[in-house]
């Protein structure tokens, strides 16, 4: 599979509203996104054959190749991904009444900045404990393969090949070490997401984790107050990212329908916010 993309740039103080222009192309409402991204490296060569253990139960057959076959003869980073609801971070202390974690979020003042809103969900329990813990091993994962960009000026959009499959059984921790990967790091993906015909619109930002009291290793068992994460860009920076998903790439009449979508996109944004092509050597995942 193919992925298309442009990225802009979106200023703190600006992120109420944009997220209002984007809900209007779109003619939807934000959906509130929060996603847990724990990063792999590769422990030597690429294992060869399908990994039959804890989580690879879950995959398809045909994914699980497709996911290998990428890789082939290359070191990358991988991912996986789970969406995590926002009631289940710790609330900390009493923060009284708040708005509804499914409010409409285009309905807020646009002089709300991003740190505000980040505040916001970290309050969306209405003041009171959420009902129940994170469970680390309930988590939901699939596992998420991104290959280095193709070289800037062949299209006028960032166009990269991705790979992933859903992790619906077993131990995902496990399978990624039978997989020959190692835990790295994670991070925490905060943002809305819209879909306007074929493009997905992320207003997002990225969140690191506070450093470990008790020192631990590997990925945490337990979310920290939502309000303990750190912006990954200090100025409180969001991206604003365009993407459309190209089943066969190798079609040259499909990947040009995609990138006149994105270009159309470009020219409605113009003057809000500048879509342009990804920096390659910031979107390379090998593993060097």
């Known amino acids: 599979m193919h992925e298309l993309l442009l990225f802009g740039q979106v200023p703190s103080a600006r992120h109420g509203h944009i997220l209002k222009i984007i809900a209007g192309i779109a003619g939807m409402q934000p959906q509130r996104l929060i996603e847990r991204h724990l990063i792999f490296k590769p422990k030597g060569k690429p294992v060869s054959g399908a990994a039959h253990v804890g989580g690879s139960q879950g995959i398809q057959n045909q994914q699980a190749q497709a996911l290998q076959g990428q890789m082939q003869g290359e070191l990358f980073y991988i991912q996986?991904?789970?969406?995590?609801?926002?009631?289940?971070?710790?609330?900390?202390?009493?923060?009284?009444?708040?708005?509804?974690?499914?409010?409409?979020?285009?309905?807020?003042?646009?002089?709300?900045?991003?740190?505000?809103?980040?505040?916001?969900?970290?309050?969306?329990?209405?003041?009171?404990?959420?009902?129940?813990?994170?469970?680390?091993?309930?988590?939901?994962?699939?596992?998420?393969?991104?290959?280095?960009?193709?070289?800037?000026?062949?299209?006028?959009?960032?166009?990269?090949?991705?790979?992933?499959?859903d992790?619906?059984?077993?131990?995902?921790?496990?399978?990624?070490?039978?997989?020959?990967?190692?835990?790295?790091?994670?991070?925490?993906?905060?943002?809305?997401?819209?879909?306007?015909?074929?493009?997905?619109?992320?207003?997002?930002?990225?969140?690191?984790?506070?450093?470990?009291?008790?020192?631990?290793?590997?990925?945490?068992?337990?979310?920290?107050?939502?309000?303990?994460l750190v912006p990954l860009d200090p100025s409180g920076t969001y991206i604003l990212q365009a993407s459309i998903r190209v089943h066969d790439g190798s079609k040259p009449e499909s990947m040009t329908l995609g990138i006149n979508e994105l270009k159309g996109l470009k020219d409605v944004m113009r003057g809000v916010v500048d879509l342009e092509v990804g920096d390659r050597l910031a979107l390379d995942t090998r593993f060097r």
Do not use: C
């Open 80 to 165: 996986l991904v789970g969406e995590v609801d926002q009631t289940l971070f710790p609330n900390g202390a009493d923060e009284g009444a708040t708005h509804s974690s499914n409010e409409d979020a285009v309905m807020k003042d646009v002089s709300t900045t991003g740190e505000e809103a980040g505040r916001d969900a970290a309050k969306d329990t209405s003041g009171a404990q959420a009902s129940e813990a994170y469970d680390f091993d309930k988590q939901a994962w699939a596992i998420r393969f991104s290959d280095l960009p193709e070289v800037a000026g062949r299209r006028p959009v960032t166009s990269r090949m991705i790979a992933g499959a």
């Open 167 to 228: 992790l619906t059984e077993g131990d995902a921790m496990e399978f990624t070490d039978a997989f020959g990967y190692s835990y790295v790091s994670e991070y925490i993906l905060e943002g809305h997401r819209v879909i306007h015909n074929n493009v997905i619109l992320l207003l997002h930002r990225v969140l690191q984790f506070p450093p470990s009291d008790g020192g631990e290793q590997g990925a945490r068992q337990k979310l920290p107050p939502f309000e303990s």
